[in-house]
């Protein structure tokens, strides 16, 4: 195929794009996390085990439609998928590609996960129901399987690779040695052993425009609200923004980097995910240093543009579950409250509310069936579900609780308390690392946590408090719980805490930004949500928004 087809589609796909929501939409979301194998299978059973934790396990796009209620009983507003395309077919040491980070042909899709019927199902359901669909792309490398390493590029079969079927389109074959050095590892090839990952030359117009392309057709296609960027920080440079074009809609780029302002000068390309956070609320939650998410904090919202709409997480695919690293379900309540309540767009991984174990590739990618077995009354999934409740309600009588950047209250090595959004609809959160065994205090947060006066509702108990003259709440601190405090007057509509939950419902439902044409009245500054609620387990509610469309590009990282 030719360089001038290849321009004509990419520019044909271009007026799909002009009805993309903006970041700001983005913000109002909660995501959660799907590996598509090891979500669901299509008849639902948690009976049938996965055999090899590195071989297929048979979960399917229709096992996930079937198991929509589960997520939406959380409370989220948003799923990510794992890459959808054909993968290498071989079984190496290790393990298949089952995860989708081993891309072969981006123009065929991942047979293992069904039909493009399924997808297509799979983005209508989820629309239906007010929510968005987030996909996952590589763009940095190709993927082909080889008995041992690589010492020559000719070694490999470039015509297997489509589109890119010829070594022209590859930066030549080195490995990368030094992390600090851009052009090392942009240029240089991620793996060259076993599973090989050729690297793409997108300096290169034939490869950008065959790169553009596609992922204008990924959104098209499948109507994606959104990409994920895998391995953003590899992509070369002036090709990222490029991409970021083409998909037309929000995207968050991952950058695996703890230091700030390494992550947050790639929001002048595209959204990020919260890297920064995660390296510094897992010390905080499990190793005593609070006092270093709390600098985390502040150094963020200096310098990033938009902290509110960076992803935070506890756990990803590439990362150890919480429960390995400690086993006390408290501090793992602790940090997850954090990720919910605290700027940005909230992100769980699939079978963290379940409280699962799993040090690194393939043990922390376990089936979630036979993992708690989708208990819907497990603490980590109700407490997901009310902190998604309230968050949601907080969003619905004011918008601006998303960009309304968190202020500390309080922080010592133990203990850090914030609040979140404009007065009236703040949220006061206390997170502690003390775990289970921490002791019973009275702890006092203030001045000005609350208006002066102000009846308050802890929402993990239920218990009324008051503010006093100087607008100071006590909290009655035990076992390393934490607190969440909302003004109780301001509870109604939310069924939280035996308050009346909305009953009246919108005509209008939700659309993906890339076919709706409801996209274009909706409020480019604030998602507005409607007033239906639907109700989950253990009689909490749930917010559904609006018909707001929107898109967003993200690529996958590649990890064993």
């Not at 709440?473 to 076992?479: L, Q």
Request: hydrophobic letters at 35%; charged letters at 10%.
């Amino acid at each position: 195929m030719g360089f001038s087809l290849w321009t004509i589609l990419a520019v044909a796909a271009l007026p799909e794009l002009s009805l993309a929501a903006s970041g700001t939409d983005w913000a109002t979301r909660s995501i959660y996390q799907v590996i598509t194998d090891r979500f669901a299978l299509t008849n639902g059973s948690t009976e049938i085990p996965c055999a090899d934790p590195n071989d297929y396990c048979g979960g399917t796009w229709q096992g996930l439609i079937n198991k929509l209620d589960y997520i939406q009983g959380m409370g989220f507003t948003a799923i990510q998928i794992s890459p959808i395309e054909e993968n290498i077919p071989d079984t190496t040491v290790y393990g298949t590609g089952y995860h989708g980070y081993w891309p072969q042909s981006h123009y065929s899709l991942n047979a293992n996960f069904g039909t493009a019927d399924d997808l297509n199902a799979l983005a209508t359901e989820l629309h239906n129901r007010g929510m968005y669909l987030l996909g996952d792309i590589t763009i940095n490398q190709m993927a082909q399987a080889l008995p041992g390493n690589i010492t020559n590029i000719n070694q490999l079969n470039y015509s297997a690779f489509d589109p890119y079927n010829d070594v022209k389109y590859f930066h030549p074959l080195c490995s990368i040695t030094d992390y600090l050095n851009e052009t090392n590892y942009q240029d240089c090839w991620f793996g060259t052993e076993y599973v090989i990952l050729p690297d793409l030359y997108t300096e290169h117009d034939d490869v950008i425009n065959m790169t553009q392309a596609w992922i204008s057709g990924q959104v098209s296609n499948y109507s994606f609200d959104g990409l994920r960027i895998d391995a953003a920080k590899h992509v070369n440079t002036a090709f990222l923004p490029t991409a970021v074009a083409a998909a037309g809609v929000f995207t968050f780029g991952e950058v695996d980097s703890g230091p700030v302002d390494e992550v947050c000068a790639f929001q002048n390309v595209t959204g990020v995910e919260n890297y920064p956070y995660y390296y510094s609320l897992i010390p905080a939650f499990t190793a005593g240093d609070m006092l270093g998410l709390s600098d985390t904090i502040t150094s963020l919202q200096k310098t990033c543009t938009e902290p509110s709409q960076l992803s935070v997480f506890v756990e990803n695919q590439d990362q150890p579950r919480f429960a390995t690293l400690s086993p006390d379900i408290t501090l793992a309540t602790n940090a997850l409250a954090f990720s919910m309540l605290s700027d940005g767009i909230p992100k769980m991984y699939q079978g963290q509310e379940q409280f699962v174990t799993g040090n690194y590739s393939p043990y922390n990618r376990i089936a979630l069936w036979g993992q708690g077995e989708y208990d819907t009354t497990a603490p980590l999934y109700e407490l997901t579900a009310t902190l998604n409740n309230i968050r949601n309600h907080a969003i619905n009588i004011d918008s601006r609780y998303v960009t309304n950047m968190s202020t500390i209250l309080y922080v010592d090595n133990s203990t850090l308390a914030t609040t979140k959004g404009p007065d009236g609809v703040n949220i006061v959160a206390i997170f502690s690392n003390q775990g289970s065994t921490g002791g019973a205090y009275e702890l006092s947060i203030g001045p000005n946590a609350f208006q002066p006066g102000t009846n308050v509702t802890e929402l993990l108990s239920c218990n009324v408090t008051t503010a006093d003259a100087t607008g100071n709440i006590t909290a009655m601190m035990n076992a390393g719980v934490p607190h969440v405090f909302f003004p109780s007057y301001q509870l109604n509509g939310s069924g939280l805490c035996g308050s009346d939950k909305q009953t009246n419902t919108s005509s209008s439902g939700a659309g993906s930004s890339s076919g709706s044409s409801n996209s274009s009245s909706s409020n480019k500054t604030s998602v507005a949500w409607s007033t239906h609620s639907v109700v989950v387990e253990g009689g909490l509610a749930m917010w559904v928004p609006t018909a707001v469309t929107c898109a967003m590009v993200v690529f996958g990282i590649f990890a064993f």
